[in-house]
DNA sequence: AAGTTTGTTCAGTTAAAACTGTACATAATA
DNA sequence: TATTATGTACAGTTTTAACTGAACAAACTT
């Protein structure tokens, strides 16, 4: 066993330290409808000092490139991490998107308001085809059931009116003046 | 062909109208962490005129009853169904949580506080490694690196603060305060 | 208490998603 | 223009999740 104070052992330390938070971050992360593996990717372009490689995340987590590429991709697309851009470098470079308030609301609006807009045409798709039947049939049964089916829908249909108001309190950043961010406390200053 | 007023034609028609909902409903439910499946299922038991017993989903969605008893579990855990009682039925049976507002609240606050629990012990474990680790260190590398880390993970540690005040609004219910609840505008009155 | 009915557990199977390596397309360099 | 470097599509493989049927356990009925 090598002594305590050695450089490489320390640096295994600080990449245990890492490690701990990039896997709960990795197990959670799912909530933003991202693998766990790329997960690990987002945890390990948070710690690093500088803007990644695909090739540097390949070797850092003994992945193919292919998966790097798809893994950054899936973050891109959720706003969660951003290319950039450093002269001389012809790789693309990637680091985490340091507003994480940014990339929450971002993957909250882009996924509820999809399945939102989606539930409410397919709402409307149906109430259109009950109504038509409701005006054909002569069976009292049947105009019962759409009858029944047509309330519920409609119920159906303020919560969502409901919800899409809920996420346009995220999309408008009004969010932010009845949930103020927190400001760094450890700092200090208070501006 | 059978002749179009004919009660069976108009019985698979009306199941279509149901059927475009709960194919969107099956579509978009994940966001619920909940199977396709089990989204049928829920769309299934939501437009039922009676609540429902295993069986009888078994049947409708011509799928096993194991599957029936674990999709309308991982429904129950997310509030979306519940247990009703009728005299006479030793059957267990189940109908949709009508107030889709609470399920919502319910599938957003649980999901999201549970991580966001993890997470913030994360955060506060890898600090501790870091600070133990900042003290017996002579490198300077590894205490610059070491300070990095904890600015960042305190800026994350803001943001899971700020996350948790959200889920607040939702738990509490002042969310309706903002956000009223939609009436039913078709029936004219509003109370 | 014996016999049914009903829901769930569990092992095995099938279906879906994640991952890899090769091959390709595009763009930079010489 | 030829050569090299870089990211992605694609086909095949591995891993994970969903689904099923048989066996079991609990509760109800007689």
Do not use: C
Request: proline fraction near 2%; avoid cysteine; hydrophobic fraction near 35%.
């Amino acid at each position: 066993m090598p002594s305590n104070n050695n450089y490489a052992v320390e640096s295994e330390r600080l990449e245990e330290a890492r490690n701990r938070f990039i896997t709960e971050i990795a197990k959670n992360i799912h909530l933003y409808n991202i693998t766990p593996s790329a997960g690990r990717l987002y945890g390990t372009v948070f710690f690093s000092e500088e803007p990644m490689t695909l090739d540097e995340m390949s070797k850092a987590l003994g992945m193919s490139k292919t998966s790097m590429s798809t893994g950054i991709r899936s973050l891109l697309d959720a706003n969660m991490v951003e290319r950039v851009w450093e002269r001389g470098i012809r790789k693309d470079l990637y680091k985490v998107e340091d507003d994480w308030y940014k990339s929450f609301s971002n993957v909250f609006i882009n996924r509820w308001r999809n399945a939102t807009e989606l539930n409410m045409s397919a709402i409307q798709e149906t109430k259109e085809m009950l109504y038509q039947l409701r005006q054909e049939t002569t069976f009292k049964d049947i105009s019962k059931k759409i009858d029944t089916d047509i309330e519920k829908l409609t119920e159906a249909e303020n919560y969502y009116h409901w919800l899409t108001d809920v996420i346009a309190l995220f999309e408008t950043g009004k969010i932010f003046d009845i949930v103020p961010k927190r400001r760094d406390l450890t700092k200090g200053k208070n501006i």
